[in-house]
């Protein structure tokens, strides 16, 4: 089924390409084909095809901004076909441990048949998210500063989790998103049945900052050993069978109920078990350069989003433009003060504002932490022992000065975040 479909959906659009006269080839619009292939969820099909077209027809923006899209849209496919085949839908999930391994927390359906997990598979799923992303963000950068358009409604994305060849209403990219939080502002109405997006330049400059957040915690993960962390945890994002003490937890544990305590303990052990030994420096640096670069892609965008005159179904909208989120409008203060965020987030990684420490004077360089950090103990970070070797003078991050810029976003600054990036 899977490859009949990939076959059909291929045939169909190398035909249409085909028939396109070389000079067309130009002002082709490759909307339809982008749509139809997002709807049946079948990326790799999709890749190949824009893969073709961008090298037929290398000054197409939009073929290069479709492209992107799908090799992003394919990384979190791929990711949530991992998750599947290992069994993260069968068990219930520990909303305090998923908050810290937020990759990890993408919902799936139960898998009757799941394969073994393992330490080592964990990282080969996780690498291959980082490879899949990166190259959505070499696509995305690719693009000139050519105005583009691309249409698109966010409703009909579908991701194949079960990589079963066919979409379920659960693998809609909206009600997976919605899942992960139903009080969110994203959350849409029962009786919405579209929700076109127009996206346009600035918003393949956001698609691309995202990609390098979504990069940045691949590679802080892939930067140490993690598996003391994976064997106590794990149990509770892929279920008993994943590691011993998630056996024995279920042979010797007590029968768990909506107020019981011990559903803390995951997490505190979590939390305790980070003690981990750094086995990829570049990774680590790698970290900071995808986080840096989710930085100036954020200027970039609010840049060019500043100048747009139109109105077109905007996904990150100007104070002249509709907000596609009723509850969350866009002013000048809006942007202003998520800048000044940015701005001073970025200069907490170059080391120019140092995190302040609770036993030392100075505080902590975050640029000297990720390129020469050998080990990461949480507890010992936080009392002062592992800390040490990155603690400088200088000017140290000043709480009251976040909450002032944090204050126009009110309490939906959490919100802003994710939506910006």
Sequence with gaps: ?????????????????????????????????????IEAADYQTGIATFSKNTAQNPESNQAKLALGALQFLNALQSLQQDLYKYGAGN????????????????????????????????REMLERFVTQLKEANDTLASISDQPVKLQVDLLKINLDADNSGTVEPYENLANILSSLSRRSPFTLEDDTTTFPITFDLADAKWLQGYSNLLMSVGNFLLAFDYESTYDMTFHSVFGPDATTYGKQLQEKGKAGGPR??????????????INWTVENPDRLKATRQNL????????????????ETDNDHEWLPNPNQTSPFQTLPVTQQTIDSWLEAVKASEKV???????????????????????TAESLDLVLFITGPNAVNYIEQGEVWDGDFMRTLSRPLSRNFGAFAVWFN
């Design 349 to 371: 990684l170059n080391g120019e504002v140092l995190i302040p420490h609770m036993v030392f004077d100075g505080g902590i360089n975050m640029k000297s932490f990720f390129d």
């Design 1 to 37: 089924m899977n490859f009949l479909k990939s076959r059909l959906t291929a045939l169909s659009l190398s035909a249409a390409t085909a028939l396109l006269p070389t000079q067309a080839l130009s002002q082709t619009d490759y909307t339809s084909d982008f749509n139809t292939i």
């Design 260 to 273: 019981d305590l011990g559903a803390l303990a995951t997490p505190i052990t979590f939390l305790h078990s």
């Design 292 to 307: 840096l670069q989710v930085m100036q892609l954020n200027y970039e965008t609010w840049e060019l989003i500043q100048k």
């Design 91 to 122: 068990t219930s999930p520990n909303r305090s441990l998923r908050a810290f391994l937020p990759i990890f927390r993408v919902p799936v359906a139960p898998n009757p048949t799941p394969e073994p997990v393992t330490y080592q598979k964990t």
